[in-house]
């Protein structure tokens, strides 16, 4: 498991293939996060990460990855001796 040190910084999304700025494929987004498009998708059906459907096609929003990597936010511990 990696630590974290400040907020993670992702590269910023260019327009999807359907041309909407706002908008991210499930894929766009599994592969920014290093996760499998799957693991976007359960996030999705779970209610943890917001999305729409456009059609039988899931879109992310931009700003609800950004919310999303806010809450998965960790606080650093302090080690006492």
């Known amino acids: 498991m990696h630590a974290t040190v400040g ?3 992702l590269a910023p999304i ?3 293939a359907g041309g ?3 908008l991210v494929t499930v894929r766009e987004v599994a592969d ?3 996760v499998h498009p799957e693991t976007v998708r359960r996030l999705i059906h779970d209610g943890r990460l917001d999305a729409v459907r456009i059609g039988r ?3 992310v929003h931009r700003e ?3 919310s999303f990597l806010a809450r ?3 606080k650093p511990t ?3 001796a």
């Open 78 to 80: 302090r080690f006492q």
């Open 14 to 16: 260019l327009p999807s």
């Open 57 to 59: 096609v899931l879109r």
């Open 7 to 9: 907020p993670a910084r």
């Open 20 to 22: 909407e700025p706002g």
């Open 72 to 74: 998965q936010r960790v």
């Open 64 to 66: 609800a990855v950004d």
């Open 32 to 34: 920014q996060l290093g």
